[in-house]
C-alpha cells in the first residue's frame, strides 16, 4: 500500500467512532484514494452529489485528521468520478487552523444533521420547480384552489367514519341509509 493510501486509510479509521454507521457508509467509506503528493491528498467521490456533500460537510474534518496524521498540513481535495459529473467552485481545504482535532472526540456531523442524506428537513433541498411542497397551494382563477383541491378549512368527507346525523325532513342520503325523510 502506498503512503497516500495508507495516509486515507487512517484517516477513515480515525473518523469513523465519531460518526454514525450509515454516515460513515454513505459518505466517508465510498470515498476512494487518487494521489498524495506534495501535502495534496486527491479523493474520488462516486458522483457528484456525494462529491458535493463530502466538500460541504467533511472536507475540513477529513484535512485536519490527515494534517495531524500525516504531522504537517495536508490539503484534501475531492473531485467526482469520470462520468459522475462535478461541482464547480469548491477550492482544496487545507489541515489545521481549527485548535481542535476531529479525531479526539468531537462529533464531525454537520450542525443540525443526522447524517442522512436528502432528507431536506433542515431545508437544504429546495422544492422541485412546479410543486407545491414548502408553499401554499396552487392557486386557479379568481384566487380559488385550483383543480382538485379543497378550500382552505375544508377537508371534506371522512370515509369510513360514522354516519352524520339527517335533518328532519331531509332527502335519505345516497349511501343507503334512510332518514327521517317522510317515506
Same mark, same amino acid.
Given at each position: 500500500m502506498q503512503q497516500g493510501e495508507q495516509l486515507w486509510h487512517r484517516v477513515q479509521q480515525a473518523l469513523q467512532p465519531n460518526l454514525s454507521k450509515p454516515t460513515?457508509?454513505?459518505?466517508?467509506?465510498?470515498?476512494?484514494?487518487?494521489?498524495?503528493?506534495?501535502? +495534496?491528498l486527491r479523493l474520488e467521490a462516486p458522483n457528484a452529489f456525494t462529491c458535493g456533500w463530502l466538500r460541504k460537510n467533511? +472536507?475540513? +474534518?477529513?484535512?485536519a485528521g490527515a494534517s495531524e496524521i500525516a504531522g504537517r498540513s495536508v490539503v484534501v481535495e475531492?473531485?467526482?468520478?469520470?462520468?459522475?459529473?462535478?461541482?464547480?467552485?469548491?477550492?482544496?481545504?487545507?489541515?489545521?487552523g481549527t485548535g481542535r482535532s476531529p479525531l479526539r472526540g468531537s462529533s464531525t456531523r454537520p450542525?443540525?444533521?443526522?447524517?442522512?442524506? *436528502?432528507?431536506?428537513?433542515? *431545508?437544504?433541498?429546495?422544492?422541485?420547480?412546479?410543486?407545491?411542497q414548502g408553499g401554499p397551494p396552487p392557486m386557479g382563477p379568481g384566487g380559488r384552489p385550483g383543480p382538485g383541491?379543497?378550500?382552505?378549512?375544508?377537508?371534506?368527507?371522512?370515509?369510513?367514519g360514522p354516519k352524520p346525523p339527517q335533518a328532519p325532513g331531509a332527502a335519505p342520503d345516497a349511501r343507503g341509509g334512510g332518514g327521517s325523510g317522510g317515506r
Open positions: 460513515f457508509e454513505t459518505w466517508i467509506r465510498p470515498a476512494r484514494f487518487l494521489a498524495y503528493a506534495d501535502g +495534496q467533511y +472536507q475540513s +474534518q477529513i484535512a475531492v473531485v467526482a468520478a469520470a462520468g459522475g459529473g462535478s461541482e464547480p467552485g469548491l477550492p482544496p481545504v487545507a489541515g489545521g450542525e443540525g444533521s443526522d447524517g442522512a442524506a *436528502g432528507s431536506g428537513a433542515d *431545508g437544504a433541498f429546495p422544492a422541485r420547480e412546479g410543486s407545491s383541491l379543497n378550500p382552505p378549512g375544508n377537508i371534506g368527507p371522512v370515509v369510513g
